[in-house]
């Protein structure tokens, strides 16, 4: 994989588990932090699909850094974005319900995010402010037909900017204008603004994911991607280790001379 790839992966939680636990249970991959995280939740589902998607992201950084990162712990900085120190790779993990988004890269960063389509409950103005802002974020036009598919997508580039800048989504909202403004609330024009100044002050790039109908995604990283084109990630025992495991010693030997 060259060094600034970027690679992207959609998850089925459901359908992939099963394979992802035998995986799992043949070399365990997962830290003892991951295990809680996931026995923290209360619905046995969640707890299912939470164990998938760390496996799948533990799967997903293994292809680039190798065995030795396995059950390393993650370290996480003052927003909790996860690291591993030493694995010379990036990665985001975002999940909704049944689904989620890995994202991995040689880069200095990268933040992904993933929606599904749902009722928003917020007022008007507020989802106009924050439309504005995924507006400026983005340099693709927000998609149109509904409010709920504009909004989504605006958010999604939103969190991915968040996540790839290393802070909270408290301090992403302040720094465009959108919080704690004593005087006068910003114009979308404003806020469209300011929201370009701060990708080109963090040096990042927002970019719409190309996924099935009723999800919206998008990537932040340090350089633009023309095509964020995501993998399906194998949900055949078989299959997931001949795409995952296997291609692990091929990058290495490429990217690694």
């Not at 465009?176 to 469209?192: A, H």
Request: glycine share 6%; aromatic share 4%; proline share 8%.
């Amino acid at each position: 994989m060259p060094d600034n790839a970027i690679e992207l992966w959609l998850v089925d939680l459901d359908a992939c588990a099963p394979a992802l636990a035998e995986i799992e249970r043949d070399a365990p991959r997962l830290s003892p932090e991951d295990r809680q995280r996931a026995d923290a939740l209360a619905d046995p589902r969640d707890a299912a699909r939470r164990r998938a998607a760390y496996t799948a992201l533990r799967l997903a950084i293994e292809r680039l850094a190798g065995s030795a990162v396995r059950a390393q712990p993650f370290t996480r900085d003052t927003s909790g974005k996860p690291e591993l120190p030493g694995s010379g790779v990036a990665f985001s993990l975002a999940h909704t319900d049944d689904l989620a988004l890995i994202g991995i890269t040689r880069l200095a960063t990268i933040g992904v995010d993933l929606e599904k389509i749902r009722p928003i409950r917020m007022s008007p103005r507020h989802i106009a402010d924050l439309c504005a802002a995924g507006a400026g974020l983005g340099r693709e036009p927000l998609p149109v037909g509904s409010t709920e598919r504009t909004f989504l997508q605006a958010w999604a580039r939103i969190e991915a900017f968040t996540k790839a800048r290393g802070h909270t989504l408290q301090r992403t909202l302040a720094d465009l204008g959108l919080r704690n403004r004593p005087d006068r609330p910003p114009s979308p024009t404003e806020t469209r603004s300011t929201a370009r100044r701060l990708t080109r002050t963090a040096g990042l790039h927002v970019t719409d994911i190309k996924l099935p109908r009723d999800l919206h995604g998008a990537v932040a990283a340090p350089r633009a991607l023309l095509t964020a084109r995501v993998r399906t990630f194998p949900s055949d025992h078989a299959d997931l280790r001949d795409q995952i495991e296997r291609e692990q010693p091929r990058y290495n030997r490429a990217d690694h001379p």
